[in-house]
Protein backbone atom coordinates (compact mmCIF):
# COMPACT_ATOMS: atom_id res chain seq x y z
CA UNK A 1 0.00 0.00 0.00
CA UNK A 2 1.53 3.31 -1.29
CA UNK A 3 2.62 5.42 1.52
CA UNK A 4 0.76 9.46 1.05
CA UNK A 5 3.12 12.43 2.20
CA UNK A 6 1.25 16.05 2.49
CA UNK A 7 3.39 18.89 2.29
CA UNK A 8 2.43 22.00 1.28
CA UNK A 9 4.50 22.77 -1.16
CA UNK A 10 6.51 20.56 -3.48
CA UNK A 11 9.55 21.89 -3.97
CA UNK A 12 12.28 19.98 -5.99
CA UNK A 13 14.66 19.88 -3.06
CA UNK A 14 11.70 18.04 -1.15
CA UNK A 15 10.62 15.64 -4.16
CA UNK A 16 14.52 14.50 -4.47
CA UNK A 17 15.44 14.34 -0.73
CA UNK A 18 12.06 12.26 -0.02
CA UNK A 19 12.54 10.25 -2.72
CA UNK A 20 16.27 9.17 -1.68
CA UNK A 21 15.42 8.06 1.57
CA UNK A 22 11.89 6.48 0.61
CA UNK A 23 12.60 5.18 -2.64
CA UNK A 24 16.20 3.91 -2.63
CA UNK A 25 16.72 3.40 0.92
CA UNK A 26 13.80 2.17 2.53
CA UNK A 27 12.84 0.43 -0.98
CA UNK A 28 9.00 1.93 -1.20
CA UNK A 29 6.82 3.96 -2.70
CA UNK A 30 5.98 7.41 -1.70
CA UNK A 31 3.08 10.05 -3.38
CA UNK A 32 3.29 13.34 -2.92
CA UNK A 33 0.06 15.52 -1.93
CA UNK A 34 -0.63 19.34 -1.72
CA UNK A 35 -4.24 19.13 -0.85
CA UNK A 36 -5.51 18.81 2.51
CA UNK A 37 -8.45 17.16 1.77
CA UNK A 38 -6.75 14.69 0.09
CA UNK A 39 -4.64 14.05 2.79
CA UNK A 40 -7.32 14.01 5.06
CA UNK A 41 -9.65 11.71 3.22
CA UNK A 42 -6.59 9.11 2.41
CA UNK A 43 -7.63 5.63 3.82
CA UNK A 44 -3.73 4.42 3.82
CA UNK A 45 -0.22 4.70 5.76
CA UNK A 46 0.59 8.65 5.30
CA UNK A 47 2.53 11.36 7.08
CA UNK A 48 2.80 14.81 6.87
CA UNK A 49 5.95 17.30 6.48
CA UNK A 50 4.60 20.72 7.27
CA UNK A 51 4.18 23.55 9.65
CA UNK A 52 2.10 21.86 11.88
CA UNK A 53 0.04 18.31 12.01
CA UNK A 54 -3.47 17.17 10.83
CA UNK A 55 -4.54 15.20 13.59
CA UNK A 56 -2.18 11.72 14.53
CA UNK A 57 -0.61 11.33 11.73
CA UNK A 58 2.98 11.31 12.07
CA UNK A 59 4.00 14.42 11.54
CA UNK A 60 7.73 15.74 11.07
CA UNK A 61 7.94 19.61 11.28
CA UNK A 62 10.00 21.62 8.12
CA UNK A 63 12.59 23.90 8.35
CA UNK A 64 12.99 26.88 5.90
CA UNK A 65 15.84 25.46 4.29
CA UNK A 66 14.02 22.86 2.10
CA UNK A 67 11.93 25.73 0.39
CA UNK A 68 14.47 27.88 -0.65
CA UNK A 69 15.58 27.71 -4.32
CA UNK A 70 18.93 30.00 -3.55
CA UNK A 71 22.39 28.38 -2.81
CA UNK A 72 23.72 31.16 0.20
CA UNK A 73 25.31 30.94 3.26
CA UNK A 74 22.91 28.93 5.89
CA UNK A 75 22.90 29.38 9.67
CA UNK A 76 23.64 25.69 10.82
CA UNK A 77 22.25 25.79 14.37
CA UNK A 78 22.24 22.66 16.31
CA UNK A 79 20.45 20.19 19.01
CA UNK A 80 21.33 17.01 20.77
CA UNK A 81 19.79 13.76 19.76
CA UNK A 82 20.65 10.92 21.95
CA UNK A 83 24.84 10.70 21.26
CA UNK A 84 24.39 12.98 18.16
CA UNK A 85 24.70 16.48 17.77
CA UNK A 86 22.72 17.62 14.43
CA UNK A 87 21.71 20.28 12.23
CA UNK A 88 18.80 21.88 11.84
CA UNK A 89 16.77 21.96 15.04
CA UNK A 90 12.98 22.33 15.24
CA UNK A 91 10.45 23.22 17.76
CA UNK A 92 7.60 19.94 17.42
CA UNK A 93 7.25 16.88 15.56
CA UNK A 94 8.08 13.34 16.03
CA UNK A 95 12.21 14.63 15.85
CA UNK A 96 14.43 17.28 17.20
CA UNK A 97 15.69 18.06 13.99
CA UNK A 98 14.81 18.48 10.35
CA UNK A 99 15.76 14.85 9.51
CA UNK A 100 15.30 15.76 5.49
CA UNK A 101 17.20 18.93 5.50
CA UNK A 102 20.35 17.25 7.33
CA UNK A 103 20.18 14.91 4.78
CA UNK A 104 19.73 17.18 1.81
CA UNK A 105 22.44 19.41 2.98
CA UNK A 106 24.89 16.28 3.07
CA UNK A 107 23.68 14.23 0.19
CA UNK A 108 24.38 17.72 -1.90
CA UNK A 109 27.59 18.90 -0.36
CA UNK A 110 25.79 21.49 -0.21
CA UNK A 111 28.53 23.60 1.74
CA UNK A 112 31.12 22.84 -1.28
CA UNK A 113 29.27 25.38 -3.29
CA UNK A 114 30.16 28.04 -1.06
CA UNK A 115 33.56 30.02 -0.42
CA UNK A 116 36.28 27.41 1.20
CA UNK A 117 40.19 27.15 1.35
CA UNK A 118 40.95 24.24 -0.52
CA UNK A 119 43.69 22.26 -0.38
CA UNK A 120 46.89 22.54 -2.26
CA UNK A 121 44.93 20.68 -4.62
CA UNK A 122 42.39 22.70 -4.36
CA UNK A 123 40.01 19.99 -3.07
CA UNK A 124 37.27 20.70 -0.51
CA UNK A 125 39.39 19.70 2.52
CA UNK A 126 37.38 16.84 5.27
CA UNK A 127 38.02 18.98 8.01
CA UNK A 128 35.98 21.66 6.93
CA UNK A 129 32.94 19.70 6.40
CA UNK A 130 29.68 20.05 8.65
CA UNK A 131 30.06 15.94 9.35
CA UNK A 132 33.45 16.70 11.18
CA UNK A 133 32.41 19.01 12.81
CA UNK A 134 29.81 17.16 14.40
CA UNK A 135 31.79 13.81 14.80
CA UNK A 136 29.31 12.12 12.08
CA UNK A 137 31.88 11.75 8.65
CA UNK A 138 32.61 8.19 10.20
CA UNK A 139 28.72 7.04 9.79
CA UNK A 140 26.53 6.52 6.92
CA UNK A 141 24.03 8.85 9.15
CA UNK A 142 21.57 9.64 6.44
CA UNK A 143 20.85 5.28 5.83
CA UNK A 144 21.04 5.43 9.75
CA UNK A 145 18.26 7.76 9.88
CA UNK A 146 16.41 6.26 7.11
CA UNK A 147 15.66 3.17 9.28
CA UNK A 148 15.11 5.01 12.20
CA UNK A 149 12.22 6.89 10.44
CA UNK A 150 10.99 3.26 9.06
CA UNK A 151 10.71 2.51 12.78
CA UNK A 152 9.15 5.81 14.06
CA UNK A 153 6.60 5.50 10.94
CA UNK A 154 5.63 1.25 11.52
CA UNK A 155 5.08 1.90 15.40
CA UNK A 156 2.26 4.65 13.83
CA UNK A 157 1.08 2.47 11.30
CA UNK A 158 2.23 -1.46 10.89
CA UNK A 159 0.46 -1.10 7.08
CA UNK A 160 3.59 0.40 6.15
CA UNK A 161 5.55 -2.22 3.68
CA UNK A 162 9.06 -1.27 3.62
CA UNK A 163 11.47 -3.45 0.97
CA UNK A 164 14.99 -5.12 2.04
CA UNK A 165 18.10 -4.04 1.26
CA UNK A 166 21.60 -6.45 0.63
CA UNK A 167 24.52 -5.48 1.62
CA UNK A 168 27.59 -5.23 -1.10
CA UNK A 169 30.97 -4.41 -1.49
CA UNK A 170 32.56 -2.77 -4.25
CA UNK A 171 35.81 -2.47 -4.91
CA UNK A 172 37.72 0.02 -6.80
CA UNK A 173 41.03 0.27 -8.15
CA UNK A 174 43.04 3.39 -9.57
CA UNK A 175 45.51 2.34 -12.31
CA UNK A 176 47.97 5.58 -12.52
CA UNK A 177 51.55 3.55 -12.76
CA UNK A 178 50.31 0.57 -14.48
CA UNK A 179 54.45 -0.91 -14.14
CA UNK A 180 57.08 -0.26 -12.00
CA UNK A 181 59.57 -0.72 -14.63
CA UNK A 182 57.93 -2.67 -17.90
CA UNK A 183 56.85 0.00 -19.82
CA UNK A 184 58.72 3.01 -18.78
CA UNK A 185 61.37 2.51 -20.99
CA UNK A 186 65.04 2.45 -21.37
CA UNK A 187 66.23 5.90 -20.46
CA UNK A 188 63.72 6.28 -17.14
CA UNK A 189 64.58 2.84 -15.85
CA UNK A 190 68.19 3.52 -16.23
CA UNK A 191 68.16 6.93 -14.50
CA UNK A 192 66.22 4.86 -11.42
CA UNK A 193 69.40 2.49 -11.56
CA UNK A 194 72.09 5.04 -11.35
CA UNK A 195 69.69 6.69 -8.58
CA UNK A 196 69.38 3.32 -6.58
CA UNK A 197 73.30 2.51 -7.28
CA UNK A 198 74.36 6.26 -5.81
CA UNK A 199 71.97 5.96 -2.71
CA UNK A 200 73.43 2.31 -2.85
CA UNK A 201 70.23 1.14 -2.40
CA UNK A 202 70.53 -2.54 -3.07
CA UNK A 203 66.71 -3.47 -2.97
CA UNK A 204 66.12 -1.50 -5.98
CA UNK A 205 68.98 -2.46 -7.84
CA UNK A 206 68.79 -5.76 -7.56
CA UNK A 207 64.81 -5.17 -8.33
CA UNK A 208 65.86 -3.32 -11.61
CA UNK A 209 68.04 -6.18 -12.65
CA UNK A 210 65.93 -8.91 -12.16
CA UNK A 211 62.99 -7.23 -13.68
CA UNK A 212 65.22 -6.46 -16.48
CA UNK A 213 66.19 -10.22 -17.23
CA UNK A 214 62.86 -11.31 -16.49
CA UNK A 215 63.47 -12.94 -13.46
CA UNK A 216 61.11 -11.48 -11.50
CA UNK A 217 57.48 -9.77 -12.25
CA UNK A 218 56.86 -6.21 -11.90
CA UNK A 219 56.04 -5.63 -8.99
CA UNK A 220 52.99 -3.32 -9.74
CA UNK A 221 51.49 -6.21 -12.09
CA UNK A 222 48.94 -7.47 -9.47
CA UNK A 223 46.52 -7.53 -11.95
CA UNK A 224 46.43 -12.01 -11.72
CA UNK A 225 46.16 -11.59 -8.10
CA UNK A 226 43.06 -8.76 -7.79
CA UNK A 227 41.01 -11.25 -10.10
CA UNK A 228 41.43 -14.42 -8.21
CA UNK A 229 40.81 -12.39 -5.21
CA UNK A 230 37.67 -11.05 -6.37
CA UNK A 231 36.53 -13.98 -8.01
CA UNK A 232 36.61 -15.51 -4.95
CA UNK A 233 34.06 -13.80 -3.66
CA UNK A 234 32.32 -12.96 -6.47
CA UNK A 235 32.49 -9.27 -6.67
CA UNK A 236 32.11 -6.79 -9.41
CA UNK A 237 35.47 -4.58 -9.31
CA UNK A 238 35.59 -1.48 -11.62
CA UNK A 239 39.02 -0.47 -12.69
CA UNK A 240 39.58 3.36 -13.88
CA UNK A 241 42.78 3.84 -16.18
CA UNK A 242 44.89 6.89 -15.71
CA UNK A 243 45.62 8.04 -19.91
CA UNK A 244 46.90 11.10 -20.38
CA UNK A 245 49.12 12.01 -23.87
CA UNK A 246 50.87 14.76 -22.05
CA UNK A 247 52.14 14.21 -18.80
CA UNK A 248 53.18 17.89 -18.28
CA UNK A 249 53.40 17.67 -14.75
CA UNK A 250 54.35 15.52 -11.73
CA UNK A 251 50.99 14.10 -10.86
CA UNK A 252 50.23 12.63 -14.41
CA UNK A 253 52.55 9.50 -14.46
CA UNK A 254 50.74 7.04 -16.56
CA UNK A 255 52.43 4.89 -19.25
CA UNK A 256 51.63 6.71 -22.54
CA UNK A 257 48.09 5.59 -23.68
CA UNK A 258 49.96 4.30 -27.01
CA UNK A 259 52.08 1.48 -25.20
CA UNK A 260 51.16 -1.65 -26.17
CA UNK A 261 51.53 -3.48 -22.90
CA UNK A 262 49.35 -1.07 -21.15
CA UNK A 263 46.88 -1.10 -23.96
CA UNK A 264 47.19 -4.90 -23.83
CA UNK A 265 46.09 -4.51 -19.91
CA UNK A 266 43.19 -2.55 -20.38
CA UNK A 267 41.27 -4.51 -22.99
CA UNK A 268 42.19 -7.81 -20.72
CA UNK A 269 40.66 -5.97 -17.61
CA UNK A 270 37.62 -5.02 -19.60
CA UNK A 271 36.72 -8.88 -20.12
CA UNK A 272 36.15 -9.78 -16.63
CA UNK A 273 35.58 -6.30 -15.12
CA UNK A 274 33.80 -2.83 -15.70
CA UNK A 275 36.47 -0.13 -16.85
CA UNK A 276 36.01 3.11 -16.34
CA UNK A 277 38.58 6.51 -17.22
CA UNK A 278 40.59 8.38 -14.74
CA UNK A 279 40.61 11.92 -16.30
CA UNK A 280 44.23 13.38 -15.82
CA UNK A 281 45.09 16.14 -13.26
CA UNK A 282 44.92 18.47 -15.96
CA UNK A 283 41.60 17.76 -17.30
CA UNK A 284 40.81 19.95 -14.64
CA UNK A 285 42.00 22.92 -16.47
CA UNK A 286 41.39 21.79 -19.85
CA UNK A 287 37.92 20.33 -20.31
CA UNK A 288 39.10 18.96 -23.51
CA UNK A 289 41.38 16.67 -22.48
CA UNK A 290 38.47 14.39 -21.00
CA UNK A 291 36.81 13.86 -24.14
CA UNK A 292 40.49 13.47 -25.81
CA UNK A 293 41.09 10.87 -23.04
CA UNK A 294 37.85 8.92 -23.48
CA UNK A 295 38.24 8.39 -26.95
CA UNK A 296 41.55 6.69 -26.51
CA UNK A 297 39.82 4.29 -23.79
CA UNK A 298 36.98 4.12 -25.76
CA UNK A 299 39.52 2.78 -28.67
CA UNK A 300 41.37 0.58 -26.48
CA UNK A 301 37.77 -1.27 -25.09
CA UNK A 302 36.02 -1.08 -28.38
CA UNK A 303 32.45 1.00 -25.82
CA UNK A 304 32.17 4.01 -25.29
CA UNK A 305 32.71 4.89 -21.45
CA UNK A 306 30.33 5.68 -18.88
CA UNK A 307 32.49 5.38 -15.64
CA UNK A 308 34.58 7.95 -14.15
CA UNK A 309 37.13 8.83 -10.94
CA UNK A 310 38.75 12.06 -10.74
CA UNK A 311 42.46 11.81 -10.57
CA UNK A 312 43.41 13.08 -6.94
CA UNK A 313 39.96 13.47 -6.37
CA UNK A 314 40.15 16.57 -7.77
CA UNK A 315 35.89 17.01 -7.45
CA UNK A 316 34.63 20.83 -7.81
CA UNK A 317 31.33 21.36 -7.47
CA UNK A 318 29.12 22.20 -9.66
CA UNK A 319 32.12 22.20 -12.55
CA UNK A 320 33.65 18.67 -12.48
CA UNK A 321 30.00 16.64 -12.65
CA UNK A 322 28.97 19.80 -15.03
CA UNK A 323 32.14 18.56 -17.40
CA UNK A 324 31.52 14.52 -16.70
CA UNK A 325 27.82 14.89 -17.75
CA UNK A 326 29.50 16.57 -21.74
CA UNK A 327 31.14 13.64 -22.27
CA UNK A 328 28.90 11.39 -21.42
CA UNK A 329 30.05 10.01 -18.06
CA UNK A 330 27.29 7.75 -16.50
CA UNK A 331 29.43 6.91 -13.08
CA UNK A 332 31.25 8.96 -10.68
CA UNK A 333 33.12 7.54 -8.43
CA UNK A 334 35.01 10.71 -6.71
CA UNK A 335 32.81 11.23 -3.53
CA UNK A 336 35.35 10.99 -0.81
CA UNK A 337 37.93 12.31 0.44
CA UNK A 338 41.85 11.60 -0.14
CA UNK A 339 42.70 13.13 3.59
CA UNK A 340 40.20 11.13 5.92
CA UNK A 341 37.65 8.06 5.55
CA UNK A 342 34.07 7.97 6.08
CA UNK A 343 30.79 9.25 4.17
CA UNK A 344 31.52 12.53 2.46
CA UNK A 345 28.00 12.68 1.26
CA UNK A 346 26.66 11.00 4.39
CA UNK A 347 25.73 7.55 3.04
CA UNK A 348 26.59 4.18 1.68
CA UNK A 349 24.12 4.39 -1.01
CA UNK A 350 24.55 5.52 -4.79
CA UNK A 351 22.60 8.67 -5.72
CA UNK A 352 21.90 10.84 -8.60
CA UNK A 353 23.43 14.17 -8.10
CA UNK A 354 21.55 16.80 -7.67
CA UNK A 355 22.52 20.04 -9.70
CA UNK A 356 22.16 23.04 -6.74
CA UNK A 357 22.92 25.70 -9.68
CA UNK A 358 19.93 24.59 -11.91
CA UNK A 359 17.70 23.22 -9.02
CA UNK A 360 17.27 19.83 -10.54
CA UNK A 361 18.29 15.99 -9.87
CA UNK A 362 20.72 14.90 -12.68
CA UNK A 363 21.20 11.53 -14.39
CA UNK A 364 24.62 11.55 -13.23
CA UNK A 365 25.03 8.53 -10.82
CA UNK A 366 27.17 9.36 -7.42
CA UNK A 367 28.77 6.47 -6.36
CA UNK A 368 30.48 7.33 -2.75
CA UNK A 369 33.53 5.49 -1.02
CA UNK A 370 34.01 5.01 2.16
CA UNK A 371 37.89 4.15 2.13
CA UNK A 372 40.91 5.27 0.02
CA UNK A 373 43.94 3.53 1.05
CA UNK A 374 46.54 6.71 0.46
CA UNK A 375 44.22 8.04 3.40
CA UNK A 376 44.85 5.02 5.44
CA UNK A 377 48.39 5.00 5.14
CA UNK A 378 49.46 8.77 4.61
CA UNK A 379 46.87 10.79 5.97
CA UNK A 380 46.08 8.84 9.23
CA UNK A 381 49.52 7.27 9.55
CA UNK A 382 47.85 3.85 10.00
CA UNK A 383 50.22 0.62 10.03
CA UNK A 384 48.70 -2.49 8.23
CA UNK A 385 46.82 -3.80 11.73
CA UNK A 386 45.32 -0.55 12.80
CA UNK A 387 44.01 -0.16 9.43
CA UNK A 388 42.49 -2.90 9.14
CA UNK A 389 40.96 -2.58 12.36
CA UNK A 390 39.97 0.22 11.32
CA UNK A 391 38.41 -0.58 8.25
CA UNK A 392 35.82 -3.30 9.76
CA UNK A 393 34.28 -1.16 11.89
CA UNK A 394 33.50 1.00 8.40
CA UNK A 395 32.25 -2.35 7.16
CA UNK A 396 30.21 -2.88 10.15
CA UNK A 397 28.37 0.54 9.78
CA UNK A 398 27.81 -0.09 5.91
CA UNK A 399 26.64 -4.07 7.09
CA UNK A 400 24.09 -2.69 9.49
CA UNK A 401 22.35 -0.39 7.37
CA UNK A 402 22.25 -2.85 4.08
CA UNK A 403 24.14 -0.33 2.25
CA UNK A 404 27.21 -0.76 -0.35
CA UNK A 405 30.67 -0.83 0.99
CA UNK A 406 32.74 1.13 -1.73
CA UNK A 407 36.83 0.97 -1.12
CA UNK A 408 39.29 2.89 -3.33
CA UNK A 409 42.70 1.05 -3.94
CA UNK A 410 45.46 1.24 -6.28
CA UNK A 411 47.50 -1.50 -8.16
CA UNK A 412 50.20 -0.72 -6.67
CA UNK A 413 49.11 -1.01 -3.11
CA UNK A 414 49.10 -4.65 -3.14
CA UNK A 415 52.40 -5.01 -4.91
CA UNK A 416 54.72 -5.16 -1.39
CA UNK A 417 56.75 -3.16 -3.30
CA UNK A 418 58.86 -0.44 -0.54
CA UNK A 419 56.24 2.22 1.39
CA UNK A 420 53.44 -0.84 0.32
CA UNK A 421 55.18 -3.92 2.21
CA UNK A 422 52.71 -5.12 4.66
CA UNK A 423 49.58 -3.91 3.03
CA UNK A 424 48.64 -6.76 1.03
CA UNK A 425 47.44 -8.26 3.82
CA UNK A 426 44.67 -5.79 4.59
CA UNK A 427 43.26 -6.28 1.21
CA UNK A 428 42.83 -9.62 2.27
CA UNK A 429 41.33 -9.10 5.41
CA UNK A 430 39.25 -6.57 3.59
CA UNK A 431 38.05 -9.39 1.37
CA UNK A 432 37.78 -12.15 3.84
CA UNK A 433 36.07 -9.87 6.13
CA UNK A 434 33.32 -8.16 4.03
CA UNK A 435 33.40 -10.92 1.88
CA UNK A 436 31.85 -14.13 3.87
CA UNK A 437 29.67 -10.96 5.06
CA UNK A 438 27.94 -11.40 1.46
CA UNK A 439 27.99 -15.42 1.58
CA UNK A 440 27.05 -15.43 5.04
CA UNK A 441 30.30 -17.17 6.80
CA UNK A 442 31.82 -16.35 9.72
CA UNK A 443 35.05 -14.42 9.09
CA UNK A 444 37.89 -16.52 9.16
CA UNK A 445 41.18 -14.21 9.27
CA UNK A 446 43.12 -13.31 6.23
CA UNK A 447 43.64 -15.50 3.43
CA UNK A 448 47.13 -16.43 1.69
CA UNK A 449 47.68 -15.75 -1.63
Request: proline fraction near 5%; charge should be positive; aromatic fraction near 14%.
Amino acid sequence: MQILLYTPVVTSRIRYIFNFIFKDILKTELNFTTTANEFITYDGPKLSYADKPFGNEPFFERSPFLLSQKTDPVTIKKVMFGDQKVPFPVGSGLLPFDLFAASFYFITRYEEYLVFEGDEHLRFPAKLSLQYELDLLQQPVIDEWALLLRKILLEHDSRMEFGKREFSIVPTIDIERAFYYKSNGLFKNARRFLNAALQLDKERVLGLVNAGLGRHADPFDTYKYLHRRHTEYGLEPVFFFLLARERNNRYDVNIHPEDRAYRSLIRKTAKHAAVGIHPSYSSNNKESKIAEEMSVLEQIIEEKPVNSRQHFLRLHLPQTYLKLLRAGIRNDYSMGYASATGFRAGTCTPFFWYDLQLEKESNLKVHPFAVMDLALRDYLKLDPDAAIDHIRLLIDRVKAVGGTFCMLWHNESVSENRKWKGWKKVYDAILAYAGNMINQKPANGLQSQ
